[in-house]
Nanobody
Framework: VQLQASGGGLVQAGGSLRVSCAAS????????MGWFRQGPGKEREFVAA????????NYADSVKGRFTIFRDNGKNTVYLQMDSLKPEDTAIYYC?????????????????WGQGTQVTVSS
């Protein structure tokens, strides 16, 4: 499975941005998809995940109520809609996939990774 993240950029605090992750080479509809991020000098951390059916996503407390993960299995794409962005959301955002229906929040539970897309939030 190959994952290609896109849509990052520079946005002011309070603004919105949507990042996308297109998958190829596997049966996308059977994968749980996750978003992680790694800020400057920080460990990679869980952001959000969604299972194959798109039901009941899981969010990190730091983004709950501001970020929304959703997927379009017909387009083999998972999205992360980010609203009310804060400077502390600045990071490289990575999409990841695991071949089960169970949502996990640890990076080591994911098998496939995209290359990351930079999101910068200015104050």
């Amino acid at each position: 499975v190959q994952l290609q993240a896109s849509g990052g950029g520079l946005v002011q605090a309070g603004g919105s941005l949507r990042v996308s992750c297109a998958a190829s080479g596997g049966i996308f509809s059977t994968y749980t998809m996750g978003w992680f991020r790694q800020g400057p000098g920080k460990e990679r951390e869980f952001v959000a995940a969604i299972n194959w059916s798109g039901g009941t996503p899981n969010y990190a407390d730091s983004v709950k109520g501001r970020f929304t993960i959703f997927r379009d299995n017909g387009k083999n794409t998972v999205y992360l809609q980010m609203d009310s962005l804060k400077p502390e959301d600045t990071a490289i955002y990575y999409c990841a996939a695991r071949r089960t229906t169970v949502i996990k929040t640890l990076a080591r539970e994911y098998t496939y990774w995209g290359q990351g897309t930079q999101v910068t939030v200015s104050s």
